[in-house]
């Protein structure tokens, strides 16, 4: 009989991993165990998962650097649930014989809806006026329709299109722009394609759906506030350093702009006394916009697959390296 083989899932915010699937299908020589915790402390994350053989990791939550891997001489294999991870160092683990695998990616349009979302509660001042009601005030604040009002979309790829949709549905002049964006592609999803300074100078609302690349990092700071209308408002359900966190705050807290919706942050989680939570014309949620009950079977379940496939001495899906467009 094998010796057991333990299966540490990290990131597992909501505690839902053991539930959603059966890891059991794995064999009763294996232990998954669920973290519902972060662990961001390189000593404290050493001592945790000292004993795990196998990690599961969600997206980017977690870092495993050279000098985690090092610190754990029993870990031979690492599943990350995405198309991509900047957070694993992967030639530091190929260089210890621990290949590192994706999940299959499967485009969802859950995190175009959360979007969506983050749009009407900022239009509509859903988060606001509910926190009032509950504190005993009655419409402290007046909204505005989205009907004839433009908005941009930086990025049109799956989620960015689906955006686009969105905004047509709802009677939105609809304007996109990215550095390889096509006019062709931009009628093709309903919207007109524009440069960045005139999707920046005319758009009510703004939404971004670009990868975090060196060239999309900070692509949003001053300058690019500046040109805006101080009544816009801002959407990132991408990444967080896409957009310039501290140009952001000025921003937002200077009335450059009118308010912001985030989903997406530097530093994740976002720490307790961050002052973004102190700003009060924004609309922020714990980066949502992927986990859904949908999505994440379908991650989990992909990671079953992929365990099995490596215990059979044939890993799939390992990657070989984040590379830069």
């Keep these: 009989m094998r010796a057991l083989l333990r299966v540490a899932i990290l990131d597992d915010y909501p505690g839902v991993a053991l539930?959603?699937?059966?890891?059991?299908?794995?064999?009763?020589d294996v232990e998954a165990v669920s973290f519902s915790r972060h662990v961001a402390d390189i000593?404290?994350?050493a001592r945790l998962l000292a004993d795990f053989d196998v990690f599961v990791l969600m997206r980017e939550r977690m870092d495993v650097p050279a000098a985690l891997l090092e610190r754990l001489p029993r870990l031979k294999y690492i599943v990350v649930t995405g198309s991509h991870t900047r957070s694993v160092d992967?030639?530091?683990?190929?260089?210890r014989g621990v290949p590192v695998s994706l999940t299959v990616s499967t485009v969802s349009v859950s995190a175009a809806e959360h979007a969506w979302a983050l749009v009407m509660a900022l239009a509509k001042n859903i988060v606001i006026e509910d926190r009032n009601m509950r504190e005993g005030r009655w419409m402290t604040e007046i909204g505005f329709r989205l009907e004839g009002r433009t908005l941009g979309v930086l990025g049109l790829g799956a989620l960015g299109a689906a955006v686009a949709r969105y905004g047509n549905a709802f009677g939105m002049k609809v304007i996109a722009w990215s550095a390889n964006l096509t006019r062709a592609r931009a009628e093709e999803c309903g919207a007109t394609l524009a440069s960045k300074e005139e999707l920046l100078r005319t758009s009510d609302v703004i939404s971004i759906h670009l990868k975090l690349s060196p060239r999309t990092h900070g692509l949003i700071g001053a300058a690019e506030f500046a040109m805006m209308k101080k009544t816009a408002v801002l959407v990132n359900t991408s990444r967080g350093p896409i957009v310039?966190?501290?140009?952001?705050?000025?921003?937002?807290t200077t009335g450059q702009i009118l308010r912001a919706g985030l989903d997406v942050y530097d530093h994740e989680p976002l720490p307790a006394d961050h002052p973004l939570r102190k700003i009060p014309n924004t609309v922020l949620s714990p980066h949502t916009g992927f986990t859904v009950e949908e999505g994440l079977r379908g991650y989990y379940n992909d990671a079953i697959r992929l365990i099995a496939a490596w215990?059979?001495?044939?890993?799939e899906n390992v990657y070989a390296g984040f590379a830069s467009p």
Aim: hydrophobic share 55%.
């Design 43 to 45: 000593d404290e994350a």
């Design 244 to 252: 310039d966190e501290a140009a952001l705050m000025t921003a937002l």
């Design 90 to 95: 992967v030639a530091a683990a190929r260089a």
């Design 311 to 315: 215990r059979a001495g044939k890993p």
């Design 19 to 28: 539930a959603l699937v059966d890891w059991n299908r794995l064999g009763d």
